[in-house]
């Protein structure tokens, strides 16, 4: 299937309305990307005012990506005589830094225009720079214009169109933020109004372990995970909060008393704050904070946690927070070695190609340093495509080759795939080498069940999963709450606990998982699913729910199924 709306990317003729700039400019530029109308759920208000200042980037092109992404494969892949030999941070750099003469062009055209720039990532492939509407509009031959996202009701500005300087082109890649709309939504909190999503699965045969719920007892019966705890200091589990989400210190003590007795409850993590973000416990929170720290405190026992929030005052433009988010890890000398976000966008495509691209490469560059990114694949099955909506959603950032995408299961005994649990196919990527065969089998044997209505040449997602319900959770009183966000997060601890031996045996960590998770090896290593499906109904107008079955393989359900960490243990060479 052909992506349902695309933007143009390169030399394009757009029939605008642009900005009304000098002839003698607009005559001298080619269009680089453009969208042909105000995406679904935007509203246009107008032009923007002309004195407004306007905060943008450019992607600078870079030394050697395809380099990198070979890298990232050559220390990732169980075949390989480099695997687990990651890269450090100035080798990790070298591949992204702009190319000189990039730089030079670049410095000269904004002394040109009398404009300051500053480099704003670690590797120097991102310029900022500071200018009014109304020379954006000129320099660009844009329209940059007011509009305000419904859902939200905040206002961006942003054009439908803009071209680069014949002096700029070949030396950057795009100008961001520009014609990307998006609006970040979190977790399993962010079902949208008049999609219903359908549970059809029964919950029987609970094992003695799991009557309480999906408790901390429960995970450690159903996945063998160790109480002991971890020694090692330097091993680190990184959670990304988001948006509101608080976690209790208290809530935390509370939780560890009664679920976790066998641990000191006063056990605790670290706060580390972006973009002015803030664990601030008098303030009011939603319940995914609370949801990750109880659930990586309370599973990798004795593992030190860092909860990496971000706050609101981005600096990354469209990318709301993520690139800072990121910027910030690949500063680091030593990262966590594992990460877990529960965040997303259910809708790839409020992202443009190469704003999506580019985020993608600098995952790509924290698994060449040997840090396992993991994301939930996020609660709305298949997904409703804004521009077509006969046509399934993938989801961001789980649309990306280059992060571990985690699915939900329901039931324990066996379980099955979770009605809620998203999954498909990205019009972003296409099939990465590692996943190739498994996809091609599923395609094989089952592509014809929705043909048509997702890219059957995409990356697939979920690569694995693990329990998404039935979790509970203290927020000065019980509750149980339900989704991808607690599958990722308990995965991520089995896998922190895993580098803790490796680290003690004197090996590396996992680093990327995929490559790994789809050899042989791996893919014996998991538990395969094989009952349960993804249902949705889109509008009150679709005839019967549709969406994907768990099925023997990978699926887009479940992906290749759900660990044990007895087997990673043995997987990973212990």
Known sequence: M??????????????????????????????????????????????????????????????????LISALYDVSDPASPNYSKHLSKAETERFVAPKSASVNAVDAWLREHNISGSASSPAGDWISFQLPVNQANELFSANFSTFKDARTG??????????????????????????????????????????????????????????????????????????????????????????????????????????????????????????????????????????????TVGIATGVPVVYVFVGEQNQDGEYDGWLDEVNYLLAQENPPQVMTSSWGAYEESQYSQPVTERLCQAYAQLGARGVSLLVASLDEGVGCSPANIT???????????????????????????????????????????????????????????????????????????????????????????????????VIASMLALVNDRLNSAGKPPLGWLNPLLYSEKGVAALTDIVSGNSSITCTEDDPSPRGFDAVPGWDPVTGLGTPSFDKLLELAGL
């Open 2 to 67: 052909a992506p349902s709306k695309r933007l143009f990317f390169g030399l394009a003729l757009i029939p605008f309305a642009l900005a009304g700039s000098n002839s003698h400019i607009a005559r001298s530029l080619q269009y680089h990307e453009a969208r042909s109308s105000t995406p679904s759920g935007f509203v246009a208000l107008g032009p923007a005012s002309p004195e407004k200042t306007l905060t943008l980037r450019f992607a600078l092109s870079q030394t050697d990506p395809e380099g």
């Open 154 to 295: 905040i206002d961006v500005i942003r054009t439908l169109a803009y071209a680069l300087p014949p002096e700029l082109q070949g030396h950057v890649d795009f100008v961001h933020p520009t014609v990307s709309f998006a609006t970040a939504a979190g977790g399993h909190k962010s079902i949208h109004a008049k999609r219903t999503l359908v549970d059809a699965t029964k919950r029987d045969n609970v094992p003695a372990a799991c009557v309480n719920g999906t408790t901390p007892a429960c995970l450690q019966y159903v996945y063998n995970i160790p109480a002991t705890p971890a020694v090692n200091k330097d091993n680190q589990l990184g959670v990304t909060g988001r948006q509101g989400g608080i976690a209790g210190y208290s809530f935390l003590e509370t939780f560890l008393e009664t679920l976790r007795p066998d641990i000191d409850p006063t056990t605790n993590f670290t706060v580390i704050g972006i973009d002015g973000g803030s664990n601030n416990n008098s303030l009011p929170g939603i319940d995914e904070g609370n949801l990750d720290i109880q659930y």
């Open 391 to 489: 046509n399934f959603e993938a989801t961001f950032p789980s649309n990306c080759p280059y992060v571990t995408s985690v699915g939900g299961t329901i039931n324990y005994d066996p379980e099955e795939g979770w009605f809620a649990s998203s999954g498909g196919f990205t019009n972003y990527f296409s099939t990465p080498d590692y996943q190739k065969s498994a996809v091609s089998a599923w395609l094989e044997q089952y592509g014809s069940q929705n043909a048509g209505r997702y890219n059957a040449s995409g990356r697939g997602f979920p690569d694995i999963s693990a329990l998404a319900s039935g979790y509970p959770i203290y927020e000065g009183f019980w509750f149980d709450t339900a989704g991808t966000s607690a599958a990722s997060p």
